[in-house]
């Protein structure tokens, strides 16, 4: 199985701040399948970024994802009160198939 | 793009057998997966495996293998996610999403409690 370690745990960070949230694989991961999700309380996650770079339609361009083999980046710049939420890293490996999600990291607007 | 639509709440106890659905409208092709996700009370998600309707082959993440079973119905182009006998354990979140998670279900609570 592959393990995807999300840091930090929580993110603290004012309106216009930049935040960047990190997802290590415990193995090289396929960029193709990396992908970051993001959800508020109640509601089911929405995807945000596919491929480890590629941006969901109607996703605000402060959203940037980045990286490759183990270390992938979700950056979102000039932060928003409605970017309050947790954010997971998740990967497919299609052999076996499995996919795996970070435990992910709490974005706080102060 | 494809809308799912999960079954109601529930409220069980252990040992109890329990069914909930997914049914799946919209840009539907003829093979495509159906994802099911966990999420215990304040924790993060957990990919329980997936399903595809059109010829009813499953993967099970192997930590949830004997314990669920995953079903289809084609008449809702949906699918089940079954437990035979509930533990308290199994009370959580139950989402269904899309096969590249572009879309998902709102969610299917599941309570069990003596």
């Known amino acids: 199985e592959i393990v995807l370690t999300q840091s930090p745990g929580t993110l603290s960070l004012s309106p216009g701040d930049r935040a960047t949230l990190s997802c290590r694989a415990s193995?090289?991961?396929?960029?193709?399948?990396l992908a970051w999700f993001q959800q508020k309380p109640g509601q089911p996650p929405r995807m945000l970024i596919y491929?480890?770079?590629g941006k969901v339609t109607g996703i605000p361009d402060r959203f940037r994802g980045s990286g490759s083999g183990t270390d992938f980046t979700l950056t979102i710049t000039r932060l928003e009160p409605e970017d309050s939420a947790v954010y997971y890293c998740?990967?497919?490996?299609?052999?076996?198939?499995?996919?795996?999600f970070g435990q992910g990291t709490k974005v706080e607007i102060k | 793009d494809v809308q799912l639509v999960q079954s109601g709440a529930e409220v069980k106890k252990p040992g109890e057998s329990l069914r909930i659905s997914c049914e799946a409208s919209g840009h539907i092709y003829s093979n495509y997966w159906i994802n099911w996700v966990r999420q215990l009370p304040g924790k993060g998600l957990e990919w329980m495996g997936r399903?595809?309707?059109?010829?009813?082959?499953?993967d099970y993440n192997p930590s949830f293998e004997g314990h669920v079973i995953f079903a289809t119905d084609t008449s809702i182009n949906g699918a089940y996610l079954q437990w035979s006998s509930l533990k308290a354990s199994d009370t959580a979140v139950y989402y269904c999403?899309?096969?590249?998670?572009?879309?998902w279900g709102q969610g299917t609570l599941v309570t069990v409690s003596s």
């Open positions: 399903i595809n309707p059109g010829n009813s082959y499953t």
């Open positions: 998740q990967q497919f490996r299609s052999s076996p198939p499995e996919y795996t």
């Open positions: 491929g480890a770079t």
């Open positions: 193995q090289t991961v396929d960029s193709s399948f």
């Open positions: 999403a899309s096969q590249s998670f572009g879309s």
